[in-house]
């Protein structure tokens, strides 16, 4: 469990143990030096964010064994990098945010109310 806190304000949670997330992979969207994509907001992927994500270049979906990479499919958590779920918000294809996993270095690039407003429900299908 990291020491850093959440966009709530509490401890930041785990984001994903399976598959294993974090720039540290240490299942934490932890801030870490070296992290210049900022990989702090945990989100629960869905086919269309994945899609946006691969026209936008980035491949979350093919694995790479060579990288420890898996491959992503909807449901699973990940931390993404600020800006691309940022982007993705502006067009339309936010994914779920997890706050208790989010950390609060987010709130330097993204406004609460809007990680609110896409806050992750369990009872929703993803």
Known sequence: MSRQANVLGGPLAPCSLDPL????????????EGDRGAHHLCAVMTGEFLAFSLRQGNDLVTPRPDLGFPGLKPGDRWCLCTLRWEEARRHGFAPPVVLEATNSRVLEQVALGHLQAHAFDPAAPV
Do not use: E, M, P
Not at 21 to 32: H, M
């Open 21 to 32: 997330t974090g720039w540290l992979r240490d299942g934490c969207c932890t801030a870490a």
